[in-house]
T-cell receptor
Framework: NAGVTQTPKFQVLKTGQSMTLQCAQDMNHNSMYWYRQDPGMGLRLIYYSASEGTTDKGEVPNGYNVSRLNKREFSLRLESAAPSQTSVYFC???????????FGPGTRLTVL | AQKVTQAQTEISVVEKEDVTLDCVYE???????LFWYKQPPSGELVFLIRRNSFDEQNEISGRYSWNFQKSTSSFNFTITASQVVDSAVYFCALISSGSARQLTFGSGTQLTVLP
């Protein structure tokens, strides 16, 4: 039981490049989330998927897109990376609306 | 709107001291859930506790204890006899129905336990 997995662990991009961050969970959770963590700002929600087939914007969605590929997988895409998107990205999942979230190990992204 | 405030940005203690991390929350809902997470230097986020708004009993788990007081909108976390391995960033977080049940995090408290 791997929990929540994310790939890659590290990535360096040049401004304007695109990439997709992958996330998968094996806990049969309904909801999945993408956060970014910046120094001194805690975690901020980018997008979430309350259930398979649905996605919604969070607090900071600009510059990102998501796909809930199936119940297990939720990907985050940066179409044209900008230096402001340099951050640590965390994927999370939870079983129900009021349950705790379980987090993946994070992806450290640097945009030059 | 909901908000979580962790006013202590950084705390340093010497090993074996007790330390309390403060968390104050704001929500208009009567039903809500509070959480604490730990982020050690390795970077992962580890779930510690979940507490609902109808259960004000304090909870103890080993050296960890949590004090939930609705009257002051606080959910404080105490580590007794701190150890170097407790060094981490600790986040308090809140879910309430008014926020579409999304998790709102505080900005975190960096705890350093010195040997």
């Amino acid at each position: 039981n791997a929990g929540v997995t994310q790939t890659p662990k590290f990535q360096v991009l040049k401004t304007g490049q695109s990439m997709t961050l992958q996330c998968a969970q094996d806990m049969n959770h309904n909801s999945m989330y993408w956060y970014r963590q910046d120094p001194g700002m805690g975690l901020r929600l980018i997008y979430y998927s309350a259930s398979e087939g649905t996605t919604d914007k969070g607090e900071v969605p600009n510059g990102y897109n998501v796909s809930r590929l199936n119940k297990r997988e939720f990907s985050l895409r940066l179409e044209s990376a900008a230096p402001s998107q340099t951050s640590v990205y965390f994927c999370a999942s939870r079983l129900g609306q009021d349950n705790e979230q379980f987090f993946g190990p994070g992806t450290r992204l640097t945009v030059l | 709107a909901q908000k979580v405030t962790q006013a202590q940005t950084e705390i340093s203690v010497v090993e074996k001291e007790d330390v309390t991390l403060d968390c104050v929350y704001e929500t208009r809902d009567t039903t809500y859930y509070l959480f604490w997470y730990k982020q050690p230097p390795s970077g992962e986020l580890v779930f510690l506790i979940r507490r609902n708004s109808f259960d004000e009993q304090n909870e103890i788990s080993g050296r960890y204890s949590w004090n939930f007081q609705k009257s002051t909108s606080s959910f404080n976390f105490t580590i007794t006899a701190s150890q170097v391995v407790d060094s981490a960033v600790y986040f308090c977080a809140l879910i309430s129905s008014g926020s579409a049940r999304q998790l709102t995090f505080g900005s975190g408290t960096q705890l350093t336990v010195l040997p």
